[in-house]
């Protein structure tokens, strides 16, 4: 399949909101734990700050933190985005599936990030993880992320149609997100519907060095993705 590039779009909401946005979006789509709730207070005081499309979901999914409980949170974050398919954080799980052309995708990823300055660790996690992504655009490069993004739109489609469809409560966070991308156009369009409804191709072989399904893989702990980036910037704080 062939991908519009969406080569000129831009977006169509000031720098600081989109990196803050990213910067919450991350944090929320990661596996919570009591850091994530003690980060709440701090978290609401940015989106109050952010216009109505990326506010307005942002509120809801913090209501909704702060009201649940943490275990049971827990379990349905592992049984939405770890065990279900068409919920997978992985952008090029959604367009390359098990086969040999993840392998190149994923170099393509660590290559945007190098070209930026940054050498990934693809110990701790793969490069195409979403909130992988939107922390490096929110604190490193948001331009060289805004191209992995829009390049993996319809990826993103496809998770938020999985998300829908479980009427899961981070479903807001994705529609934050979507809010500061461009839509899907054309052929595009036409791709999300034949992925909503065929899947990911599938392919069991080619995959090194990344052979391993990143859904398989147990969760001893939660990933930090700060960490994979080597440093760190408050949300909010000046560039």
């Not at 369009?189 to 191709?201: M, N």
């Amino acid at each position: 399949m062939k991908w519009r590039r969406h080569r000129d779009a831009r977006p169509g909401i000031r720098e600081q909101d989109l990196v803050d946005t990213w910067q919450v979006v991350s944090l929320l789509l990661d596996y919570p734990d009591d850091v994530l709730l003690q980060r709440v207070p701090m978290l609401r005081g940015v989106v109050e700050g952010l216009p109505d499309a990326q506010r307005m979901p942002l509120l809801e999914f913090l209501d909704h933190l702060t009201s649940a409980r943490l275990g049971a949170l827990q379990r349905e974050y592992v049984d939405t985005f770890d065990v279900t398919r068409k919920c997978s954080l992985h952008l090029t799980y959604f367009t390359s599936g098990d086969t040999r052309r993840r392998g190149v995708a994923l170099v393509e990823f660590k290559q945007a990030y190098r070209r930026a300055g940054l050498e990934f660790d693809s110990e701790v996690e793969l490069p195409d993880h979403l909130c992988v992504v939107l922390e490096f655009g929110a604190m490193q490069d948001w331009a060289t992320a805004w191209h992995l993004l829009t390049r993996h739109r319809v990826g993103v489609e496809v998770l938020r149609a999985g998300l829908a469809q479980r009427d899961s409560p981070w479903l807001p966070v994705l529609e934050a997100l979507r809010s500061t991308l461009p839509p899907l156009e054309g052929s595009d369009a036409e791709a999300l519907l034949r992925l909503v409804e065929q899947g990911p191709p599938q392919e069991e072989v080619g995959l090194e060095p990344y052979a391993i399904d990143p859904r398989l893989n147990p969760r001893p702990e939660p990933a930090d993705t700060t960490a994979m980036l080597g440093t760190t910037i408050p949300v909010g704080a000046p560039r």
